[in-house]
Nanobody, 122 residues
Framework: QVYLAESGGGLVQAGDSLRLSCTDAGRTFSNFAMAWFRQSPGKEREILAS????????SYADSIKGRFTISRDNAKNTVYLQMNGLNPGDSAVYYCAAGGIEGRGRFYATFWGQGTQVTVSS
């Protein structure tokens, strides 16, 4: 089983950086690909980044490429999202998810965290 808990969200100013963490309380963390999503009011949930179980391969959405970095530490059962150059458009609830990657390279979610709010003021 997978139990995900995000942390690290908060209120920051435009241009600031934040690092989100997502920790799995289960024992099978390295078996899962992990991803970060976000959702703002009135918008669909969008995937931002994903990484394979080993962390050896990552993928990013064009909207955040070059500003956000996903990484994982399997010894700590934790996946991170380093976010730099934040702007008000990045304000959203950020979710981590555990799942897999299908043949076409698309991440699919099986387990979700509860989300953490990120608000960027101008």
């Amino acid at each position: 089983q997978v139990y995900l808990a995000e942390s690290g969200g908060g209120l920051v100013q435009a241009g600031d950086s934040l690092r989100l963490s997502c920790t799995d309380a289960g024992r099978t963390f390295s078996n899962f690909a992990m991803a970060w999503f976000r959702q703002s009011p009135g918008k669909e949930r969008e995937i931002l980044a994903s990484t394979t179980g080993s962390g050896g391969s990552t993928s990013y959405a064009d909207s955040i490429k070059g500003r956000f970095t996903i990484s994982r530490d399997n010894a700590k059962n934790t996946v991170y999202l380093q976010m730099n150059g934040l702007n008000p458009g990045d304000s959203a609830v950020y979710y981590c998810a555990a799942g897999g990657i299908e043949g076409r390279g698309r991440f699919y979610a099986t387990f979700w965290g509860q989300g953490t709010q990120v608000t960027v003021s101008s």
